[in-house]
């Protein structure tokens, strides 16, 4: 008896032994939806760490000034000679025959300039974008600049020229300074291409430098075939 049950005990342990115990698995996390994001958000994510960049300045549009010295009017007018530039006849004795004081404010208009126009160009509101300095300059040199600044503007389209010409009563000073602001004084007046000047403002050189209004050539779509 005692044997019949020791053998059904082994046997029911050795059924527990082999029997499989099937341990469920733990359930899987649902998934949860993706969120649906918009334009906005997603730049922001695309973007995010990137500093945005600061502007220090604008481009300049305005053209640059042109200035010709003295040391380039003397090697065009020796290279070109004034007759070759515009074939404008400047003649210097007109110009000597209404000499000006180093001191006196060159003025000119020419009929049918406008006052408001020409008021502008005495208080330097016409922007020149050209000039030339004659000091060191002899009368030659001088006029040969002078011809060859208002035909290189007008080419350029500037119509606002400025053109130190210096006041003479210094000793420091050439000594044709008074001779030239009298000569350009003469010359501007006869040239057919200068509508009005003026003495500068202060700014641009005061009562040794004048301001040129130029007549504005037709541009090539304008010019008759």
């Known amino acids: 008896m005692t044997m019949m049950k020791s053998s059904l005990l082994k046997d029911f342990k050795k059924q527990l032994e082999t029997q499989a115990i099937i341990t469920p698995e733990p359930p899987k996390p649902t998934p949860k939806p993706e969120a649906v994001l918009d334009d906005a958000t997603l730049f922001a994510q695309a973007t995010q760490g990137i500093k945005r960049l600061k502007i220090e300045a604008r481009a300049n549009l305005t053209p640059p000034k042109k200035v010709w010295d003295n040391n380039l009017v003397a090697r065009r007018a020796a290279a070109e000679g004034a007759a070759d530039i515009n074939h404008e006849a400047l003649s210097d004795t007109v110009a000597l025959l209404n000499p000006v004081s180093s001191e006196a404010i060159l003025s000119f208009r020419r009929t049918g300039i406008q006052q408001g126009l020409f ?9 020149w974008r050209a000039a030339v300095d004659l000091h ?4 030659e040199q001088a006029r040969t600049a002078l011809l060859a600044l208002i035909h290189d503007a007008q080419a350029d389209g500037v119509n606002i020229i ?3 010409h210096g006041k003479g009563y210094s000793k420091e000073e050439n000594t044709q300074a008074g001779l030239l602001k009298t000569c350009v004084n003469g010359w501007l007046q006869q040239h057919r291409m200068v509508l009005a000047f003026h003495s500068a403002p202060p700014k641009d050189g005061g009562n040794g430098a004048v301001l040129v209004l130029l007549k504005k050539l037709p ?6 075939l």
């Not at 541009?219 to 008759?224: D, F, G």
């Open 119 to 127: 008021k502008k160009l005495k208080d330097g509101q016409l922007v």
């Open 136 to 139: 060191g300059c002899t009368v």
């Open 162 to 164: 400025k053109i130190v």
């Open 219 to 224: 541009s090539a779509h304008e010019r008759p």
